[in-house]
């Protein structure tokens, strides 16, 4: 057989979609399952009118900055809510998603051996792509601070990577933890790539873009989604704020690898931009509130978890369960026929934690899952 690629022979899956492909293969079989490990939120979205799209217009490519009109849609929605100015012509690109855009940004900034740096918890594809671009992950250990960063950058650091609201804890950066972030890049000559997918689900207006603190985008990027923050996900839109110069080399990449997102996802999205943010808002603050009666009950009951405000997911403690998170996560899979995700897909740091998200599932059956879990760390101590 001739050789595979060694570098995606050493990547790892990712750990959430892994666990999500055992659900969908279950439910194909007829078997019912609580599904607490999916990265998304369910709304109730109508299917708006398609006809007065621009036809033909959506049947072909679109500029491979996206859609013009899209873009100066977001960049005003950056504006208006975050404070940040973008150059709708240099300054952000659309991509298939914003998991393709990080990558991209990936491509774009590290040479082979270049180390890119982010703290455990980390969302499952920063270390593999990181290593799908020939660099070399470095993952600051659970229990370690922003403060504790410098200690791991090296003469080979490029980037820095955070998430902001963060994808497992919940947790937001406030703006003292990204003046530290950009303090460190200024000095070592770095670029920070800050994931907000999340951004709108801290519904207080506390949020605080890193682009806000870094105007002229010298060293901030800022990575963002459509697909999140509406709720849908499948439709894969994300996009990437940035300086010019990087941005001309991630257009080069998206160019070479998609071309540009699906045409007519663009168009509806700008058709509709305002209204589907009119049918979001409030259910996101729903969830939002339902996130903190949750995390109410799981203290009535014991369940340990890390601290956070925003998202849909909790970071649980499995502690004294003797068993790691992936036999845990198995087990109560098998067993109960609920799903999460392992703590070790966010780290080596993390096998003592699960991932539950509760987006998809109702306030009752959230709880009752939980408390299966509860259970289930009780009977394996």
Known sequence: MPQLSRVTIEAEQAMSIKYNTMVYDL????????????????????????????????????????????????????????????????????????????????????????????????????PEQIKLCYGVPVGVPFGKSIHDFEAYITPKT???????????????????????????????DLWVLCDEA??????????????????????????????????????RIGYVIGDANLLDNVLKVNQHLITCPATILQYYLTRYFTDLLEITKPQIRDLVCSRARIAKYMDEIGLQYLPGSATFYFFVSIEPSRLSSEEFCTKLLEEEQICVVPGMGYGPSCDRFIRASIGTATLTDNMYGLRKVKELIDKTR
Not at 163 to 183: D, K, M
Not at 212 to 227: G, I, R
């Open 27 to 126: 439910q194909r079989r007829g078997q019912k399952v609580l599904v607490m490990s999916l990265g998304e939120a369910f709304f109730d979205i109508p299917l708006l009118p398609m006809d007065d799209l621009p036809y033909p217009a959506v049947n072909h490519y679109s500029h491979s900055r996206g859609v013009h009109e899209l873009r100066e849609k977001l960049c005003g929605y950056h504006q208006d809510e975050y404070g940040v100015s973008i150059d709708p012509d240099r300054e952000i690109v659309v991509t298939a998603g914003s998991k393709a855009a990080i990558h991209m940004t990936l491509m774009s900034i590290l040479n082979p051996g270049d180390e890119a740096l982010y703290p455990e918890p980390a969302w499952v594809s920063y």
């Open 158 to 188: 490029r980037a820095i990577i955070i998430n902001n609201p963060h994808n497992p804890r919940g947790y937001v950066y406030s703006e003292a933890e990204l003046e530290q972030v950009l303090a460190l890049a200024r000095k070592y």
């Open 198 to 235: 999340y951004s709108d689900f801290l519904i207080d207006g506390s949020f605080t873009s890193l682009a806000k603190l870094d105007p002229e985008k010298k060293h901030a990027v800022v990575f963002n989604s459509m697909s999140k923050n509406y709720g849908i996900s499948g439709w």
